[in-house]
């Protein structure tokens, strides 16, 4: 896929083996779903455009705080820069010894992202999943709550980012700068992917008020939602109703 569309493949640095959708299956019974294993380069090259029979498929999970607050955080990087989106997420990663894909890559990216481990949350729940039209992707989306508050996973957040930031201030790459973050004993190895986490109030009002704006407001600046994000929170709100 790198040779033939090079000027699609706008990540060479992500190799990855992943997990894509054949299509014409019913996603309300993930238990009984069957994946593809394919390459992030492949998965690339998806998301601008459809060459096969395969959908990108994802991971959100929406992390409630023990100050009763949502994880959400600003993107860095390359992909959807200074946009808003919901903390951990990922694409569908191939584990060889797994038995349920989805819950285990909920579980990786909750540890890379925001260095919580499975015995730091409960057990995510999932509530259902949305399509993401701008990224040719169908999302699953988990809950789940942890004992740290919003304060621990920021102080979290921010050590792991600042080693990032301090390795790219001192002249190295990309790549040394983000294995600074490992190198200090950090579990969020992917903090880098996030300039700062935003936490946000779990009042109706409220989470309408930002799916109704599309934005989010962080230290006196308006950041976009993302439907990366937004969706959640329109999932989240209908799961309260009915599970308050």
């Known amino acids: 896929y790198k040779d033939k569309h090079p000027s699609l493949i706008t990540l060479p640095e992500w190799k990855e083996m992943v997990l894509l959708l054949p299509t014409s299956q019913d996603y309300n019974t993930p238990t009984t779903l069957s994946f593809h294993l394919s390459s992030s380069y492949h998965l690339q090259v998806l998301r601008s455009k459809v060459l096969e029979d395969l959908t990108i498929c994802g991971a959100v999970c929406l992390v409630l705080t023990h100050d009763n607050k949502l994880v959400y955080g600003i993107r860095a990087g390359k992909f959807k820069s200074n946009t808003v989106s919901a903390v951990p997420a990922g694409i569908i990663s191939f584990f060889p010894h797994s038995s349920n894909y989805l819950l285990d890559t909920v579980y990786s990216e909750l540890k890379e992202e925001l260095g919580l481990s499975s015995t730091d949350v409960k057990k995510p729940t999932l509530i259902g999943y949305y399509t993401d039209p701008g990224l ?82 962080y230290q006196t600046k308006l950041y976009p939602l993302l439907d990366l994000g937004r969706a959640p929170l329109i999932l989240y709100l209908e799961y309260r109703k009915r599970f308050p």
């Open 136 to 217: 040719n992707s169908l999302i699953f989306l988990f809950v789940t709550t942890t004992h740290y508050s919003s304060k621990q996973l920021n102080a979290i957040h921010r050590k792991a980012y600042a080693y990032y930031t301090s390795s790219l201030a001192n002249k190295k790459s990309e790549m040394q700068s983000r294995e600074a973050i490992v190198t200090h004993g950090c579990a969020n190895k992917d903090a880098w992917e996030h300039s700062a986490l935003v936490f946000l109030q779990t009042d109706h009002i409220f989470l309408q008020s930002l799916i109704d704006s599309r934005s989010v407001s």
